[in-house]
Every structure is written in structure tokens, then in C-alpha cells.
């Protein structure tokens, strides 16, 4: 009898920090695949605060009790990590029509490359005002933002 082939998946992002956002996107996907890959990208073009390793562990830190989420960092083009990682899905969260419009040209090219398609699961609307950006900001004023970051969940 012919295994089935596993349902992996990859989240995307600079995840700068790793916000109760992305954190609703991931616990929302998990029940769609067996596998889910957290993938920190190493951004070339995007300003990033933290370095690469501590946001990989923090994120490991929310997922260590989910055997089903791997994290791990890149440096190349997505479509390059999922054909590493044997992912055929691509999950982004969008939080408006800017997102949206963003997400659908990368999703266009992302399966011309690799055959990959990309599911999209919309913002809690509860959430969808939260960005990583939003909270490196309020950070550089000396605002607490720590409320919209994500935490390993407690025992």
C-alpha cells in the first residue's frame, strides 16, 4: 500500500518580531496540513531589527510543544525553501487589498517557478491592524508593544 505524501506547508515572512498575528495564521493553517514550516526569510531588501537567530528561536520557543512546526531561517527565493523543505503550499495571512494584491502576484509567480500554490487565510479582523512593523515602531518611541508579540504558551 502506497504511503500517502504528507501535506507540508511553508509560512513566510520576515516575522520581525513574530506577532500574535502570524501567530493566529499558523495555529488557524495547522489544522489544514501535516506539516507546517515556519520560514524566517533573511531580507536583503527589508530592514530587519533583530538578527536572524534570535527570531528563529523565539519563534521555536512559541512552537516547542507543536511537533508539526519546524522553524527555520533563508536566504533565497521562496519557491527554492519549499522545493527543499517537499512543500507544496505557501500560507500567507492578509490583512487588506494592499495585502491582497501583493500576495496574488507572488502566489502567480511563486507557482509558474515551482508548481507551488499559495492558500491565503485573511486577518482575524480583531488582528488585522497588527504588523511587525507597526510594533518595531511604537519599540523605537519607547512604547510597550510587547501585547501584540507573540509568547510560548503557557503549561
Given amino acids: ?70 522553524v527555520k531561517s533563508y536566504d533565497d527565493l521562496t519557491v527554492d525553501m519549499a522545493r527543499r523543505e517537499g512543500a507544496h503550499f505557501i500560507v500567507r495571512g492578509v490583512r487588506s487589498v494592499k495585502d491582497y494584491e501583493y500576495e496574488r502576484e507572488q502566489a502567480d509567480v511563486n507557482r509558474q517557478l515551482n508548481g507551488v500554490e499559495t492558500i491565503l487565510l485573511f486577518a482575524d479582523p480583531s488582528l488585522s491592524s497588527i504588523s511587525s512593523s507597526l510594533v518595531r515602531e511604537l519599540r523605537f518611541f519607547g512604547k510597550d508593544a510587547d501585547e501584540w508579540v507573540a509568547k510560548p504558551k503557557r503549561k
Wanted: avoid cysteine.
Fill in 1 to 70: 500500500m502506497m504511503e500517502k505524501e504528507k501535506r507540508i506547508a511553508l509560512f513566510t515572512g520576515t516575522f520581525d518580531p513574530f506577532t500574535i498575528g502570524h501567530q493566529n495564521i499558523v495555529d488557524r493553517a495547522l489544522p489544514l496540513f501535516d506539516h507546517l514550516v515556519i520560514a524566517v526569510a533573511v531580507s536583503k531588501l527589508k530592514h530587519t531589527s533583530e538578527e536572524i537567530e534570535a527570531r528563529v528561536a523565539a519563534i521555536k520557543a512559541v512552537y516547542a510543544d507543536e511537533e508539526r512546526v519546524t
